[in-house]
Structure formats: structure tokens, C-alpha cells
């Protein structure tokens, strides 16, 4: 579905405003990464990263849906997350769990993490909503493609080590978001 660039905008703008306000409601609740935590994912991201991402496990309680997901679904989006079922989302540095903070699901929120860290806020929210506004589908986002495909590379067993940063500027310099 094509949208005006003006609406594009505005739709960038409420999803960059509902990440902000969601980063500053729960950075205060947040902790660091815990020892074992950080050791299991400190190959492959950089330490100044690890040093300032928080945590937050939401035990008993879901994240609520977007304020803006009804409007994506009137646009006729239909594949958009539905927040409640998700095991964890990242905030900026900020990565809000479900349950307990399993290794994958710790390391696909770290690779937005670093995603927002090297390409800055307002490049990660345009790169997001167009994406998704391309593709209609949340899973065919390239961002939600780069952190997929690392997070299964972290999983091997043995795990493959690689350099998040150095993906991330590939993918970058290679026009893939």
C-alpha cells in the first residue's frame, strides 16, 4: 500500500514519540545486565553497549498494544505484532521481557539495541516504519530479518562469533534496511 510521504511522516513521528515514552516510563525499573549475561553475549557486542542497555522482566503483566495499532490495522496492515505475545521488546537501550530473560531472546534485543546505538534514533524509527509499511508484515521488516538471522547464528552450537557492529554497517553500507 502506498501512503503520502506526509502521512509517512506523521506515522514515523507518533511511533518515534511511543518509543521515547516508553524508553523514559521504564529505564528507571531497568538494571544492567547481569554477570552471566553479559558474558554469554560480550563477543559480539561492543562493552560500551553492554554497559548501558537495562533490563526489565515484566512478571505477571503484558506489555500493552501500541496506541497507534488500531491505525495500522484501519490502514489494512495486517501484520502487525500484537505486543502481549511477544517475548521481549527493545526501547532504545531499554529491553523489556515478558518471563524470564532467556539467551536469544536477550540477544535479539540486543541487536535493536546496538541497531539504535550505530544508526541513531531517528534513522532506526524511519528504517522500521518503512520497512514494515513495505513488506505489511512485521517478521518481513529487514531490521526484524538482521535480528532473526543473528540471533539463529548465536544459537549454533557451537555458537558462531561475529562483530554485531561490523553486521549492522554492512547491512548498512549495503542499502539491505
Known amino acids: 500500500m502506498e501512503l503520502p510521504e506526509e502521512q509517512i511522516l506523521q506515522i514515523v513521528g507518533r511511533v518515534g514519540a511511543y518509543y521515547r515514552g516508553e524508553r523514559e516510563r521504564r529505564f528507571p525499573t531497568g538494571i ?3 554477570e552471566e549475561q553479559r558474558r554469554l553475549v560480550e563477543s ?4 560500551e553497549l553492554l554497559d548501558k542497555v537495562r533490563v526489565v522482566v515484566l512478571k ?3 506489555l500493552d498494544p501500541a496506541p497507534f495499532s488500531e491505525n495500522v490495522k ?3 496492515f495486517k501484520g502487525f505484532p500484537d505486543f502481549k505475545h511477544l517475548a521481549s521488546f527493545t526501547y532504545m537501550d531499554v529491553i523489556v521481557f515478558h ?3 532467556a539467551p536469544r531472546t536477550l540477544f535479539h534485543g540486543l541487536v535493536h539495541a546496538a ?4 544508526l541513531g534514533f531517528d534513522r532506526y524509527i524511519e528504517l522500521y516504519v518503512r520497512g514494515f509499511l513495505k513488506t505489511g508484515l512485521w517478521l518481513a521488516i529487514p531490521l526484524e530479518e538482521q535480528a532473526f538471522k543473528s540471533e539463529a547464528r548465536f544459537a549454533l552450537t557451537p555458537p558462531e562469533v561475529f562483530s554485531m557492529e561490523d ?3 554492512l547491512w548498512e ?3 539491505r534496511y
Open 32 to 34: 544492567p545486565l547481569a
Open 44 to 47: 559480539y557486542f561492543p562493552s
Open 60 to 62: 505477571g503483566i503484558r
Open 74 to 76: 484501519a490502514l489494512g
Open 99 to 101: 518471563e524470564e530473560i
Open 115 to 118: 541497531r539504535f546505538a550505530a
Open 167 to 169: 553486521e549492522i554497517k
Open 173 to 175: 553500507r549495503e542499502r
